[in-house]
């Protein structure tokens, strides 16, 4: 089962949804043109489907194996891991003045997409980095930026992000681990840090763990934890590898899925860390990489989603069995002509475009607001960033599901492949913040601290797409109307939760995750119209017939199937509070 | 983590929504009350809690082991094997007159749940057991009652069903295994059966597999097959066992759950075989061997889920983690206070309760049609068989999902547990028939055939319950409010469904899961809502205050944030099946 990575769409929502006309009138991206982008995911895309993906199942099976404080990868991963590397890819999104090749962030996401749709467990070594190279771009010092980015870029070095501690998942504020001032001015780190993705491995002759701690006269709780840059081999000063640190990889985690990907305890012994910024600011500057890796295990949702879309595809493809139901015929067909197979299908395929749209148009918001400094940008750009978490995340446990149910039986069976979409995607509601904590975020951090403007905002430029698709045929009218309803149900939710949160914060939060997925949703089915609107002037002109005829049949699919959800998670959020606060949980 | 047998619970379902009234008014079940099924309920969740639920995890972990032909079961599960035919619990609902305990179904359905909660794997083997038993009862002769009958209600033999093979799955008319009638009345059986669940073990001496095949002369497709008792060991006229039979183990599927429990490929070379009534009528008699296993599917459902929820529950009161939303406290709390924790709780307990309640239901119907042949109760029990399955076993599937998310990355941690019951539910949506399957079954023969009668039946009884629940306090009100909106829907889906089904078969069809999932949701919230009814009577008689409590606040969860999805559910149907029978599937 090879992965054919979905280049076309990919550059569809570049070009179409990603605000593509004013990223690239910045003049940070105006070296790259659409074709650039096109002939650089074209290579990547073989990179990734002739080299990455043939890992992928057999990485699976032998896992990440530790033995006496060594992680080694299986054979495939460093091998391929070396081509990565020959070939530049983890430079695709970063500064060209690090030695990067300056592409923009959708171009990025694309990136990702592919990687870790070939991958995932591959793919994560790769994200990572690209976490640690932005926070160091955002808060190192010179020197800092002088001795980890080229190498990080390079993809030589890797990052991980040091948080989790047994006691401390979700709410950092309980890290404990300590970080002694040196008098040389760096600081002794020791403690131990849990859930460390590829905390130990040997793709890369160094590690840079990026850790919180906390100095010794820090403040309690979040605003008394430091971030330190910690190389699992010291850097010299001419940027030589120098001395192995104190870091010991414990153990590594035995895992439901993304097994080749090692999951470390680590121990820090006194090992010496780098101070960023200033003290005492660390979580501030962790968010920096940790928005990165939010938005980006949204697209790995999209990836696992893809692959996982791919392979039934195929499966229903070659399997024949039963005769249609319309008994039109007395021989069994394959079985994507059965209904309930097709909207099975279809179902995956809408919430895989829906998420890969709103990750473009996220991506692109994320520029314009990063590059150009724009408060309403930004705001709305903020907004959309734990709905591509959120959304593509638990979307893509639901088609890694469906995707084993078209196998009927032989989706149980491990060989067929299509269980292990299921097993992996599952990590991806929980990790760099559970769905639970996106929702507080969105809720709490990006509706209720402006009074609801940035969430006014998206829902009127929603409006706008429904104007003009008021003003197509008979589907773009059809998609227009569920965009309608679901936007409708948007604002009664944001009303009423806007409303409590001054008087009832319990109910308001009762409903954070039910809002997360309503707009997810509606933000999925916005960007669908958009490409619809697309699709329809592409059609009008003849151009790309087949592919814009599944466009448009793929947002009036989602509008007719997915946005009627929205209403439901209104209901939810309206008239299913009390029953939660309420409801207690007494013993058997 | 220990598991405790809802048994309250339980009892509830049976007391006030089995139709016990009628049932226990029945001759075949007036020599038991209430009090003998609770004391045997007591006895087997001892059983069940204290030997058989330790083996879940370490018999994941060990899995069934094939060699050489042999498959042997974990030690674990041998030793208590022995010990569940020393306590003769596979009797529990068999008739008295061949060797049973003479229980009603309601009670089978309470003993198969908590077998399976305790360990899915284990609990697989005595449920085919019974679908082998019923079978036999109601197509054997009486020769072969006397001869198989008593081995197999002791639990000394086990039953297996062998239906499918690589090209007949859902497509059972593909069946191509040759019987060849012999002189001495027997049949030779030849052929590959796959996917067969504990067709080999080292758990019983004897193992009886019922059979499909084709003899030579019959027709093609579904009305030429003939079913075949095949006993893996042949019995002689004494009853003691004589010479192995030619069917042998080709191997056991790696798979991603139910690990413990063996899915064999049995290769019958001229295997000697008995047939069951005449030939060519076997698909019909597979098929009551198969409602009953459909039936015991959806239990299963409820049971993985049961489990799966008292982990989270017990994770979500130990693990402190972060403040209240509502800053009233300083102190981190157990997450169970955090309302999405509660949200996800709360959804996951009532699916289970909802589960429970419609299978208690059905069971009852079944007695009662079985027993007393009235054509409206039975059309009513026939119609409840696939919401049963199809329902309970995609809420399975959901239940466990969120019990891996209570647990945040713990849950992804195999030695956690949570893990395993997300990979062991995700059997349950396709074995004994798929979801599209039972969709298939309720819409074409619960539905069409009839012209809506029986769905008209349950449609109206859902009426009077609300019209019951009117006449209520504020919370049986808001419950009724919302099963009147959820049963307007599910009667609007079922008009369009029947005037589709003149015209438009396809377009019917393109809604077939969906009208299962709303059907199946709205018979959950209308049997926790009369389950409320019996709450709100016990309460305010100032009968078991704090379980009556929690009854309502379940049933008013369910109303409140599932049954909206009912309305979602008529929105696909009506509206969404141009987008989905048009759409193509192109190349990339």
């Known amino acids: 089962m090879s992965y054919i990575p979905p280049v076309k769409d990919l550059m569809f929502c570049i070009e179409h949804l990603s605000f593509w006309d004013q990223v690239s009138a910045m003049n940070v991206y105006s070296s790259h043109d659409l074709e650039d982008i096109s002939a650089a995911l074209e290579s990547y895309s073989r990179f990734c489907q002739e080299q990455v993906a043939p890992l992928n199942h057999i990485g699976d099976a032998l896992g990440a194996q530790f033995d006496n404080g060594q992680v080694s990868m299986p054979t495939g991963d460093v091998r391929t891991y070396a081509q990565f590397v020959e070939m530049g890819w983890q430079a695709l999104v970063h500064p060209v003045e690090h030695g990067g090749m300056g592409f923009p962030r959708a171009a990025g996401a694309a990136g990702v997409e592919m990687l870790n749709a070939a991958d995932m467990s591959f793919g994560l070594c790769p994200l990572l980095t690209d976490g640690a190279i932005e926070a160091l771009l955002l808060t190192g010092s010179d020197a800092q930026k002088a001795t980890y980015l080229e190498p990080l870029i390079a993809g030589?070095?890797?990052?991980?992000m040091n948080l989790t501690e047994p006691q401390a998942g979700s709410d950092l504020g309980r890290v404990s681990t300590k970080a002694t001032r040196r008098e040389d001015g760096s600081?002794?780190?020791?403690?131990?840090?849990?859930?460390?993705?590829?905390?130990?491995?040997?793709?890369?002759e160094n590690i840079i763990h990026l850790v919180l701690a906390r100095t010794p006269d820090a403040p309690a709780g979040p605003k008394g934890l430091s971030l330190f840059i910690v190389p699992q081999r010291l850097v010299n000063a001419d940027g030589t590898l120098g001395a192995e640190n104190t870091v010991n990889c414990v153990s590594i985690e035995h895992k439901l899925g993304v097994r080749a990907s090692p999951t470390a305890v680590l121990e820090y012994k006194d090992a010496t860390g780098f101070l960023i910024g200033t003290e005492n600011h660390g979580l501030a500057y962790m968010f920096v990489m940790m928005n990165a890796a939010r938005f980006s295990v949204g697209v790995q949702g999209i990836a696992t989603a893809e692959r996982a879309y791919q392979r039934a595809l195929a499966y229903a493809r070659g399997r024949v069995q039963s005769r249609p139901v319309n008994g039109f015929s007395k021989d069994a067909v394959a079985i994507i002509e059965h209904p309930d197979v097709r909207r099975m299908l279809l179902r995956m395929r809408s919430l895989i475009e829906g998420g890969r749209a709103i990750a473009a148009a996220t991506a692109g918001l994320l520029d314009l607001a990063h590059h150009q400094e724009d408060p309403e940008l930004s705001a709305l750009a903020e907004f959309m960033v734990p709905l591509v978490k959120g959304f593509c995340s638990e979307r893509a446990v639901e088609v890694a599901s469906l995707g084993v149910q078209i196998h009927g039986g032989m989706g149980f069976i491990e060989e067929t492949g299509a269980a292990q979409h299921y097993r992996d995607a599952r990590i991806l509601p929980i990790y760099e913040g559970t769905t639970a904590i996106q929702a507080n975020d969105l809720l709490g951090r990006k509706v209720m601290?402006?009074?609801?403007?940035a969430a006014r905002d998206f829902a009127a430029r929603i409006a706008e797409t429904e104007a003009e698709l008021a003003e197509g045929d008979e589907t773009s009218q059809a998609i227009g109307a569920a965009l309608t309803e679901a936007r409708v149900a948007f604002e009664t939710a944001l009303n009423w939760l806007l409303d409590k949160s001054r008087n009832d914060i319990d109910a308001a939060f009762a409903g954070s995750v039910p809002f997360l997925m309503l707009a997810g949703t509606l933000a999925a089915g916005w960007n669908l119209g958009k490409g619809a609107l697309v699709a329809q002037k592409c059609l009008k002109a003849g151009q790309d017939t087949v592919f814009m005829t599944q466009k448009t049949a793929t947002a009036l699919f989602f509008a007719q199937h997915m946005l009627p959800?929205?209403?439901?998670?209104?209901?939810?959020?309206?008239?299913?509070?009390d029953s939660l606060l309420d409801a207690d949980f007494p013993e058997y």
């Open 156 to 160: 030589r070095w890797s990052g991980t």
């Open 565 to 577: 959800e929205c209403r439901t998670e209104m209901t939810r959020i309206l008239h299913g509070s």
């Open 449 to 453: 601290r402006d009074g609801g403007k």
């Open 187 to 204: 600081y002794g780190i020791s403690g131990t840090k849990i859930f460390i993705t590829y905390g130990a491995h040997d793709l890369t």
